[in-house]
C-alpha cells in the first residue's frame, strides 16, 4: 500500500499477490478501501496484482481542473514508470476499460496483452450510458435508475414482481457509496468519459486483446463491444450471462478471463 507522486499528483495503489503482473484499471467512482475489491477476486488469486485509485479517487488526489482521458492513460503509464515495469498485461473494466484503450494507444509498447470489459470505445452512437446525468438525482432515484440500466432484464414489471429482491438489490446499491466518496471528484471521472472516442484509433492496436461483456447491460451495451471488435485486428469478443456486473453474475466469465490471460504468457 504505498502513495507515489505520479504525473503530477500524488497516486495511491496497491500491489498483492502472485504470478505474473497484471495491471487492473478500474471503473467509475472505485475506492480501494471499499471491500471487497478486485483483490478478493479470481484474478487476485492467480496474479500478482497491481491496483491503484484514479485521479479524483479513493486516496489518490483530486487536483483542481477538468481531467482528460488522456491524463487519466498517462497515470498508468507514470505507475509503471515507478515501478519499473516497461510491459505489462492490463486488465481494464467499463470506465477502466475506456482508460486501458487510451492507455494502449498513447503507449502501446507497455501493453502485452488485454482485457476490456463492459466497456465502450465512444464516439457517436457508441457512447457507454451517461452516467454524469445520473448524478443530478438524488440517492434513491440514481441507485434505482442505476441497478436497471445496469441489468436491462430488471425493468418495471421485473421490479414489480421481484420486489423482495429489487428491495434487497436496492439497499446493496444505497450502501455501496462510501461516505469517504469525494463527490466533485468522481464527478469528473465521470465529465471525463463524456469525451472517450477511441474509435477510428483502435486499428492501431495489434496486441491480443479479449473483450468480454454482459447479454443485459446497458451501460456499456453489447453494440458497443461489438463495435470495438469490428476495429480490431487481433481480438476475441466474448459475452456472458448478465448485465454490467457479468463478471460476478456469471461464473464462467472470470475463469475464462483467467484462463485467456495465462494463455497469453
Same mark, same amino acid.
Given at each position: 500500500?504505498?502513495?507515489? @507522486?505520479?504525473?503530477?499528483?500524488?497516486?495511491?495503489?496497491?500491489?498483492?499477490?502472485?504470478?505474473?503482473?497484471? #495491471?487492473?484499471?478500474?471503473?467509475?467512482?472505485?475506492?480501494?478501501?471499499?471491500?471487497?475489491?478486485?483483490?478478493?477476486?479470481?484474478?487476485?488469486?492467480?496474479?500478482?496484482?497491481?491496483? !491503484?485509485?484514479?485521479?479524483?479517487?479513493?486516496?489518490?488526489?483530486?487536483?483542481?481542473?477538468?481531467?482528460?482521458?488522456? /491524463? !487519466?492513460?498517462?497515470?498508468?503509464?507514470?505507475? #509503471?514508470?515507478?515501478?519499473?515495469?516497461?510491459?505489462?498485461?492490463?486488465?481494464?473494466?467499463?470506465?477502466?476499460?475506456?482508460?486501458?484503450? /487510451?492507455?494502449?494507444?498513447?503507449?502501446?509498447?507497455?501493453?502485452?496483452?488485454?482485457?476490456?470489459?463492459?466497456?465502450?470505445?465512444?464516439?457517436?452512437?457508441?457512447?457507454? !450510458?451517461?452516467? @454524469?446525468?445520473?448524478?443530478?438525482?438524488?440517492?434513491?432515484?440514481?441507485?434505482?435508475? @442505476?441497478?436497471?440500466?445496469?441489468?436491462?432484464?430488471?425493468?418495471?414489471?421485473?421490479?414489480?414482481?421481484?420486489? $423482495?429482491?429489487? /428491495?434487497?438489490?436496492?439497499?446493496?446499491?444505497?450502501?455501496?457509496?462510501?461516505?469517504?466518496?469525494?463527490?466533485?471528484?468522481?464527478?469528473?471521472?465521470?465529465?471525463?468519459?463524456?469525451?472517450?472516442?477511441?474509435?477510428?484509433?483502435?486499428? $492501431?492496436?495489434?496486441?491480443?486483446?479479449? #473483450?468480454?461483456?454482459?447479454?443485459?447491460?446497458?451501460?456499456?451495451?453489447?453494440?458497443?463491444?461489438?463495435?470495438?471488435?469490428?476495429?480490431?485486428?487481433?481480438? /476475441?469478443?466474448?459475452?456472458?450471462?448478465?448485465? @454490467?456486473?457479468? #463478471?460476478?453474475?456469471?461464473?464462467?466469465? !472470470?475463469?475464462?478471463?483467467?484462463?485467456?490471460?495465462?494463455? $497469453?504468457?
Amino acid at each position: 500500500m504505498t502513495t507515489i @507522486h505520479a504525473n503530477g499528483i500524488d497516486l495511491y495503489f496497491e500491489r498483492q499477490g502472485q504470478g505474473e503482473p497484471l #495491471l487492473f484499471i478500474s471503473g467509475s467512482g472505485a475506492d480501494l478501501r471499499n471491500k471487497p475489491n478486485q483483490f478478493d477476486a479470481p484474478i487476485g488469486a492467480n496474479f500478482d496484482l497491481i491496483c !491503484y485509485d484514479q485521479r479524483g479517487l479513493g486516496q489518490s488526489e483530486k487536483p483542481s481542473g477538468e481531467y482528460s482521458m488522456a /491524463e !487519466y492513460a498517462d497515470d498508468a503509464a507514470a505507475l #509503471l514508470d515507478y515501478l519499473e515495469i516497461d510491459q505489462i498485461a492490463v486488465m481494464g473494466v467499463s470506465f477502466g476499460g475506456m482508460v486501458a484503450q /487510451e492507455f494502449a494507444l498513447r503507449h502501446p509498447s507497455r501493453v502485452k496483452h488485454m482485457v476490456l470489459a463492459c466497456t465502450s470505445s465512444g464516439g457517436p452512437g457508441r457512447a457507454s !450510458y451517461p452516467l @454524469h446525468e445520473l448524478e443530478l438525482l438524488d440517492e434513491d432515484m440514481r441507485a434505482r435508475q @442505476h441497478l436497471q440500466i445496469s441489468d436491462t432484464r430488471r425493468d418495471d414489471s421485473w421490479v414489480a414482481q421481484n420486489p $423482495q429482491r429489487w /428491495e434487497k438489490l436496492l439497499g446493496y446499491a444505497l450502501a455501496a457509496r462510501s461516505s469517504q466518496r469525494d463527490r466533485v471528484g468522481a464527478l469528473k471521472q465521470l465529465e471525463a468519459r463524456k469525451y472517450h472516442d477511441t474509435f477510428d484509433r483502435l486499428p $492501431q492496436l495489434t496486441m491480443p486483446i479479449l #473483450l468480454v461483456g454482459g447479454h443485459y447491460d446497458g451501460i456499456a451495451p453489447v453494440e458497443n463491444m461489438r463495435a470495438i471488435n469490428t476495429q480490431l485486428a487481433n481480438s /476475441e469478443l466474448r459475452l456472458y450471462a448478465g448485465g @454490467h456486473l457479468f #463478471l460476478v453474475q456469471d461464473k464462467r466469465a !472470470y475463469a475464462e478471463v483467467v484462463s485467456w490471460l495465462k494463455s $497469453q504468457n
